[in-house]
């Protein structure tokens, strides 16, 4: 069953390819990735070095989201939220 996804995500690539597809959607998308992958390695970072203070911020889609979108001042907001309203 794997071997049939990975003939068609290939089949599109190569149609996309041909057709002339714009190439900034995947540049977007990519770059998004990114964000949110060094968004929840920040999150880790940050709750491995908080231990002994008791700051724990979840690592999920949501805030990882925030981080990766608003940066150091969304995991600031985060923190604040997690130590005033919850």
């Known amino acids: 069953m794997g071997d049939w996804v990975l003939l068609l995500l290939g089949a599109l ?28 390695l920040f999150l880790f970072l940050f709750n491995s070095l908080t231990t002994m203070t008791g700051l724990f911020v979840p690592i999920n889609l949501t805030t990882t989201a925030v981080v990766a979108l608003l940066g150091l001042p969304g995991m600031l907001l985060l923190v604040a939220v997690q130590q005033l309203i919850l």
């Not at 597809?21 to 060094?38: D, E, M, W, Y």
Request: net charge positive.
């Open 13 to 40: 690539v190569i149609l996309l390819l041909l057709v002339g597809a714009s190439i900034k959607p995947f540049r977007f998308v990519g770059r998004l990735g990114v964000k949110f992958i060094i968004a929840a």
